[in-house]
């Protein structure tokens, strides 16, 4: 069973920093394409990061240069990396996975979620 829990998260005050963790089980974080969403109150979930198979990573313009993430593939982990913390950026920060795999000779995708860790930033 694949499992991808999520720590780190918390209460700051602007300016801030916090670096969230998740702790992937059941697979390899090296088949996958991994991403940290922010969702707050009321809206839909967003992207705010990803990295890919290949160390390509993408940040949503409203956290890039603040936000950095990483991935430890002997670990099994992912980070992000959250400096100078605005109260914008509040709301629940899911671990995701997209990772890859062959079955009989055919490419597969599967989608994985974490639970979710609030994050609160205040002003």
């Known amino acids: 069973e694949v499992q991808l829990v999520e720590s780190g998260g918390g209460s700051v005050q602007a300016g801030g920093s916090l670096k969230l963790s998740c702790e992937v089980s059941?697979?390899?974080?090296?088949?996958?394409?991994m991403a940290w969403y922010r969702q707050a109150p009321g809206t839909e979930r967003e992207l705010v990061s990803n990295?890919?198979?290949?160390?390509?990573?993408y940040y949503a313009g409203s956290v890039e240069g603040r936000f950095t993430i990483s991935q430890d593939n002997r670990m099994n982990r992912m980070y992000l990396l959250m400096n100078s913390l605005k109260p914008d950026v509040t709301g629940v920060y899911y671990c995701?996975?997209?990772?890859?795999?062959?079955?009989w000779g055919r490419g597969r995708t599967d989608d994985y979620w974490g639970q979710g860790t609030q994050v609160t930033v205040s002003s």
């Open positions: 990295i890919s198979t290949n160390g390509d990573i």
């Open positions: 995701a996975a997209r990772c890859y795999s062959w079955v």
């Open positions: 059941g697979i390899a974080t090296s088949t996958c394409k």
